[in-house]
């Protein structure tokens, strides 16, 4: 019997180089703004730092060695992307960031020599971005409302539609679109099929770029609002095979999916972290915000909720890890989906009443995080959706008693224990008949 919460020895030197590296070089960045994301900026400070973690062999580690990464498997990315949850640049630098990881993943799985040759390989040395071009503004993320199509002609796709939320679409040189091919067929998860699209082909046009929660100037952000008109592609642009748009996208998914929760427990660790360390620092006209109870009940309460959340992430990474398919996990991958942005907000948002009117300022991460954490909830399918798959999946370990009263009635359970122990009861019956003459001649 294996159980172990010991992390390897020579990993953890990896992780303690992260820890490091993150702090003293990764983190300082962020303070920099748009001049880290320019092109310009990139070459000065994004690339050198690569090239750090390149030598270091951490680069891309959810990929195998095949496609340049180290193949370490969940568990070891979930140790990982809790250090690098704390920081929105980190995932770049380390060459796992979204939408690029899954997109490249899907890439390897299903595209062919020529598609992997242009768009695989650029992305995964980080020379390119990608966007997913999936939800649509009439029905978000679920496939069975989508409008945008895609018609055979000739040896062309003829893409037409609008979809929501491609991020990063400003700067991807591909898109990854999903458009329905055989509208009519039985199985209405067999009707769409993904694309590889570049940015450049004519029709293809940003309406407007929507940026994640309030304030700034509308059209201002990274969520490209898409427009495909007349989008014509190769025949070969196809990606994987016709209709098998939602399988692929499950392969994706699913593990998106454990690694936005793995990067959100660093997340909430930091948000924990900021807590603690403002109740440690911050007096009063009573002590320090330490020494209150109340203060003390949400340090607790937080500190409880990372800690359970945190295990059943790394659970789930050890049983995909073991089972190596995801849709044995299902019922695990959605439960940390339905937890991650509940124990997310409820820490972040005590974080930030914590600090008082500094709190919900722009001056400290919480709004941020608070944000973050509705998105959470939405991205990669609305936590709704993750509790009906998780319920579903709950309930496949029972089957129905069509009893007047149910099996687990106690008055049957009763008269089923007396029936399976009618003979100790018999015996016990006689002992105690036994004693009790025996008293009653005592006493005569």
């Not at 400070?45 to 193949?71: N, S, T």
């Not at 059209?219 to 070969?236: A, L, Q, S, T």
């Amino acid at each position: 019997m294996a159980w172990d919460f010991e992390t390897d020895p020579e990993f953890q030197k990896k992780l303690d180089w992260i820890e490091d590296f993150m702090r003293e070089e990764v983190e300082p960045l962020s303070h920099l703004g748009l001049a880290v994301h320019g092109p310009l900026g990139r070459e000065k400070f994004i690339k050198p730092l690569q090239q750090k973690v390149k030598d270091e062999g951490l680069w891309a580690c959810h990929l195998g060695p095949e496609l340049g990464g180290q193949g370490f498997g969940q568990l070891k990315l979930g140790l990982m992307n809790e250090k690098l949850g704390r920081n929105g640049l980190a995932p770049t630098i380390f060459g796992c960031q979204a939408p690029d990881t899954g997109n490249a993943e899907i890439i390897a799985h299903y595209g062919t020599d020529k598609q992997k040759e242009q768009y695989l390989w650029p992305l995964l040395n980080g020379e390119i971005r990608s966007a997913f071009s999936m939800s649509e503004p009439t029905g978000g993320s679920d496939p069975l409302t989508f409008k945008t199509r895609a018609v055979l002609d000739g040896n062309e796709w003829v893409i037409n539609g609008e979809k929501w939320y491609s991020t990063n679409a400003r700067y991807a040189k591909v898109l990854v679109v999903y458009a329905i091919t055989d509208p009519d067929a039985k199985d209405p998860y067999r009707r769409t099929s993904i694309f590889l699209v570049p940015t450049d082909t004519p029709g293809v046009r940003i309406i407007r770029n929507v940026a994640v929660g309030g304030g700034g100037e509308i059209g201002g952000g990274n969520e490209g609002y898409m427009e495909y008109k007349d989008v014509r592609v190769p025949y070969d642009a196809l990606l994987g095979e016709r209709g098998a748009a939602f399988v692929i996208a499950q392969v994706r998914l699913g593990g998106g999916r454990v690694h936005h929760a793995m990067r959100t427990v660093g997340s909430c660790k930091h948000a924990l972290d900021l807590m603690c360390q403002r109740a440690a620092s911050r007096n009063t006209r009573d002590g320090k915000l330490a020494d209150l109870q109340l203060v003390q009940a949400d340090i607790a309460d937080s500190w409880i909720a990372l800690e359970s959340f945190r295990l059943l992430v790394l659970r789930t990474a050890w049983l995909i890890d073991k089972h190596k398919d995801y849709n044995l996990v299902r019922k695990d991958i959605a439960a940390i989906k339905v937890l991650m942005p509940k124990v997310y907000n409820d820490i972040a948002t005590k974080a930030a009443h914590l600090h008082g009117a500094l709190g919900v300022s722009n001056e400290m991460p919480f709004m941020h995080m608070v944000t973050s954490s509705l998105v959470m909830g939405i991205a990669d399918g609305p936590t709704e959706v993750h509790k009906v798959t998780l319920a579903k999946q709950v309930m496949k370990d029972y089957t129905p008693d069509n009893d007047l009263f149910p099996k687990y009635h106690i008055p049957r359970l009763r008269e089923e224990a007396q029936e399976k122990y009618a003979d100790e009861l018999a015996d016990l019956k006689k002992g105690y008949d036994a004693l009790r003459g025996a008293r009653e001649t005592e006493k005569a």
